[in-house]
Structure formats: C-alpha cells, structure tokens
C-alpha cells in the first residue's frame, strides 16, 4: 500500500505515529476498520488507499485531552456549538485539524471522512459511508447486531448507513444521552433506506 500519495508518510511511519497516541485495544480496531474500509471500498469501486489510510487515521485523535479540543475548537474558530459536547464528537469533529497538524494529512475526502465517521452528514460522499461503516462492523466489533450489519454491508452501503445510525440514535435515547443535531439529520435523511419497497 502507498499511503505516501496522500499522507506524506509512508504506511510503515504512519502506523507508528497512530500506535503510539492510542491503547493497543484501540489500535487493534483501528486496524480492523483500516481492513473493513478497503474491503468495502473494493465492493463499491472506490479507491482501496484512500478509503485504507481513512480508516486507519479515523480515530486517531480519540485520546487527545478535553482540553486541547477546546483550544482547538478556539484556534480554528469552529462553532463554539461544539464546546457543550465531548470527546465522543470532538475526535472526529475537532479531531481533524490535530490529524492535519500532527500528520500533514491534506485530502479533503479523506479528512471530511474523518470529520464525519461519529455523526455522518446528510449528503455522505461514498469515503464518508465507507469510513462511517467499516467504522462499526469492523472484525473485532462485538455487539448484537453486528451480524445483521455486517451482512448488510455487503449488499447496500446507504442501508448500512441507515442502519446503523437508527441503532446509533436508538442506543444514546435509550441511555438518556444528548444526540448532536447533525446525528438526527443524518438519521432523517438516511432513514428512508431502511425500507425493503424503497
Ligand atoms: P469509536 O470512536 O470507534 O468508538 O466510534 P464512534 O466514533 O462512531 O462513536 C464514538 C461514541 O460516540 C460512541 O459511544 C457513540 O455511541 C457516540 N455517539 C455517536 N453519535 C453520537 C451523538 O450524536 N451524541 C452523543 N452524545 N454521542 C454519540
Ligand atoms: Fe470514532
Ligand atoms: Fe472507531
């Protein structure tokens, strides 16, 4: 693989990079969502390297502190939204522009990708719906309904994404979390696959 074409850095170095902000637990999934990625990217004709490198660099701000999100969000002047929420939106909302900073990642698809992996958009590119999926049927997934959407996957990726984000929004009401507002856009714009007649 030739990751250079897009990252700068050879895969060798950027695995080194990743491996070393992150537990093992969570470098193992990143390199199942790295596999899951290219897999999808090859059943619906997209690029096997960027959808890779997208995987592999998704979670890459995962462990970053509270604090250096905030700063960010302030450095970059994004929506000062975004300071009512946390980590589980910042890494990929915020986690970008760490991503560009550290790795000199400057692909937009790539980087939209990432930005979006947590809460997908309303008009998902095919990398945004390969990145959001392999996201959560990654091989080292393990919850009851990966089975159904791993299966699903292989057939229709905008029912995938559906899919998932009805369990996704399903699972934070169930908990009493707050949902980000483009989670429900992505859940009403997406929704509609879910239907066999569509
Ligand atoms: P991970 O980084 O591989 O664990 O997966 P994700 O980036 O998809 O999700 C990270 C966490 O954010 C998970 O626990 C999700 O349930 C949670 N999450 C996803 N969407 C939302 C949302 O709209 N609001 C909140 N509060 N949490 C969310
Ligand atoms: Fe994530
Ligand atoms: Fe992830």
Not at 112 to 138: F, N, P, Q, R
Request: charged letters at 25%.
């Amino acid at each position: 693989m030739t990751y250079e074409t897009y990252a700068g850095l050879s895969r060798e170095v950027l695995l080194e990079k990743v491996q070393s902000v992150m537990s093992d637990k969570r470098f193992k999934h990143v390199l199942g969502v790295e596999k899951a990625a290219i897999h999808l990217a090859e059943l619906n004709g997209y690029d096997t390297e960027k959808a890779g490198l997208a995987g592999l660099l998704h979670d890459y701000a995962k462990e970053v502190p509270d604090q250096t999100f905030l700063d960010l969000i302030d450095k970059y002047q994004l929506d000062p939204e975004l300071k009512n929420w946390n980590n589980n939106v910042w890494h990929g909302m915020v986690g970008i522009y760490k991503i560009q900073e550290d790795l000199g990642v400057t692909d937009k698809e790539i980087l939209h990708s990432i930005e979006t992996h947590t809460v997908g958009s309303t008009s998902m590119s095919l990398l945004d719906k390969i990145v959001y999926v392999a996201d959560y049927i990654e091989h080292n997934r393990n919850f009851p309904l990966v089975e159904e959407a791993r299966a699903i996957a292989e057939q229709d990726l905008d029912r995938a994404v559906a899919f998932e984000t009805v369990h996704t929004v399903e699972h934070l009401a169930h908990q009493a979390l707050p949902i980000f507002p483009q989670t429900i856009e992505t859940y009403n714009a997406y929704v509609g696959f879910m239907r066999e007649d569509r």
